[in-house]
């Protein structure tokens, strides 16, 4: 649920906050200048949030918001200093008024019956032409970002064209990692993309205070955003300035993608600005003229796309041809004593931008050369056997469900793997991917199962398979999810889940790994619930391959 | 222990509520009441509980959707949060895990199991 809010007392800000906090809503606060803030205000109703909140003296157009929230189902609550103001707000018809001072649970209250009215209460008209209009513009607006869509911009931008005779169109591509919403979920990508359309939205603002001319943004619905602008400058200035224009933009949402959501994540998305300048041709409908601008800097930032790209698969052929990926060796321990009883190999790019295993293995996927890469790895790992593992110790490798189809990998070519014993080798399988084919994949496992390898399910519990899959595969061991032991030793929930999976493997012969181990009460905690093996950084910090190495356990 | 705490319960049964309330009161802790999940939310900031005891089943916002709510609060993080389910099973576990919460107790409740779960999760959140 979404508060929109319109406050300039601070302390009455901090209030609203607290209550929209209290009710589990979004706050979005419109700033309250003297004027010229009603647009930003109608735009963002268009959103459909939940409810209004103005103070009164603030003031706007009052009359107009109350019959766009009354015709959409928003709430309506003002918040006045004076009986005058009250006087004011009861002839609009608010749902609800407070008078000031009020108090944090006043407020939430107040929130929560003026939605209430709202849903039970009066409906609109349906015959009646302020409706029927707003009905007309949900058409028009993105219902997600609340911005114009082409129609409304092909408008305005033939306005634009006709009044300075050029018209500059800038088109941004937002392009996204395709696992993303495997992984993390599409609530995720929801929460991204808002964020996006949020940052672009301060962006337009602030830009369209130092630079008139800058005038539309629209949501194609497809992610991508445009912008109009018929920059004053003259001609020679006008490529710097819309340069300069794209990058502000650009780190500007990266900024706001890397604060709001983490690096990790905000890694997984890349913008893409193309831009393009139309001049008037009488001989030309304008429209047209417009259309194919669209076009031309679409293509544009679909060929920054393209050479970004094809940049990034250049420097994955590099890392391939080098062999320029780096091993980083994480210890897992036998519990009770803490020896070490092997170590998971875990692959970074050597190339600046493609560290991240999964931008990496994401490029690699893209150039079809995910064969190649995983090949790579796992030489790699396997070459730091005699350097990093005792003769006792393990190698767990990550496998992923596309290996099982390269044919190095599947007819066990034992030399070219490099594998003398594959006894010491556990071949790791993420319980994230999804596995489509149960039988033909129970069969590629019985093979490798017969030449001596041992497998592990990973991540279990990150919310994939139940346990009835993990046994489905009959593993040598699970790997329990992060999620799962951090903070174990205080949450009794995580103990009974673990100790669940713990009594399961021993009924099974399965053996488990406490991964993510950071902390020594978290270790005592695990201990105590008989998981067999543990990792994390608790232990030991990962030991490169590129630095030179005593083999472990001597 | 400190016992001058006040616990939370969230039941949309007043039976339940009552109950629970009467036991607790009994066993030295301030208690507060609430029947759905946005009074919950809404008590939470008059009261400043130490612990929740949160009813799965409720009609509008069920106990997940409060106990994730509370969980994302920064003021609240620290809530520990008690589930009262009547399902124990795994799958229901996993979402209990995901919600963020902290312990749970099935149904029907086992009066000196309560106690000893509430003494645990007030106990661990001095340690956390």
Redesign the interface.
Known sequence: MKILARVQDAGLLEEVTAAANDLGAELIVIGGGPNGNDQQLFDALRTHPGLLFVEAVVGGNLPRMRAETRARGIGLVAACGSQREIQRVLEVGVDEWILLPSSVSELASRFQAAMRRRREGDHPDATSRAAEHLRYEELLYDRFTGFPTLSVMIDRGRDMLERAGRLTILYIEFVRYSKLEEIYGWQKLDEVLQTTANAVRVFYDSQREKEESLVMVSHTGDDDFIFFTDLQAIPAEVERRVNQIVEDLEAHIRTQLDETHGEDIAGLFSIYVGATTIFRNPKIRTERLIYRGIREAAQAARSVEHRERSRKVTDLKTMLREGAVEIEFHPIVVTDTQEVYGYEALARGGIKGMRSPEVMFGVAEEANLIWELSRLCRQRAIEGIPTHLNSEQYLFLNIDPHDFRDPTFRYLDMEELGIDHPERIVLEITERTAITDYPAFQEYLKVFREQGFRFAVDDAGSGYAGLGSIANLSPDFIKLDISLISGIDTNFMKQNLVETMVNFANDNGIKVIAEGVEREDEYETVKSLGCHFTQGFLFHQPRFMTQPTQPAGH | MDKDETILVVDDNHDNVEILQTFLESRGYRVAAATDG?AA??K???VHPALVLLDVMMPGMDGW?VCR?IKN?P?FSTVRVV?VTAKGG??D??E???SG????VVKPVDLNELAE?VR??LE??L??
Do not use: C, I, S, V
Not at chain 2, 101 to 104: K, M, N, P, Q, V
């Open positions: 946005k939310l809404a939470l900031d008059e959707q709510t609060h003021d589930m795994f799958e576990k996993f209990g895990m995901r919460a902290d312990d749970y779960k645990r999760n661990a959140r340690k956390a």
